[in-house]
């Protein structure tokens, strides 16, 4: 079982930027893809980004050119950059784990809202 913690969310401009983190510990050398996926109000879950074990990253369209993750395998953490948010950005960040047996771990969330 892998527990993820996410923190970093925040009220923020358009056009500003926020860094989130996500913790992971527990069984974590089962984790084969790490991922960021957001919910706006009344809206579906959607996938944002990914990193595979291998660090390969992949990207929704919409956060092409603005967002970035990225880990650090020491500390045993995801993060997203967040740049040149705009206010259809906002929505709760979930940080999602898959394992090799396609098992998915999810964290408690963490707010995002851009607005003047």
């Known amino acids: 079982q892998v527990q993820l913690v996410e923190s970093g969310g925040d009220l923020v401009q358009p056009g500003g930027s926020l860094r989130l983190s996500c913790a992971a510990s527990g069984m974590i050398f089962t984790i084969n893809v790490m991922g960021w996926y957001r919910q706006a109000p009344g809206k579906e879950r959607e996938l944002v980004a990914t990193i595979t074990r291998g660090g390969s990253t992949s990207y929704a369209d919409s956060v092409t050119g603005r967002f970035t993750i990225s880990r650090d395998t020491a500390k045993n953490t995801v993060y997203l950059q967040m740049n040149s948010l705009k206010p259809e950005d906002t929505a709760v960040y979930y940080c999602?784990?898959?394992?090799?047996?396609?098992?998915?771990?999810w964290g408690q969330g963490t707010p995002v809202t851009v607005s003047a």
């Open positions: 999602n784990a898959r394992d090799f047996w396609h098992r998915d771990s």
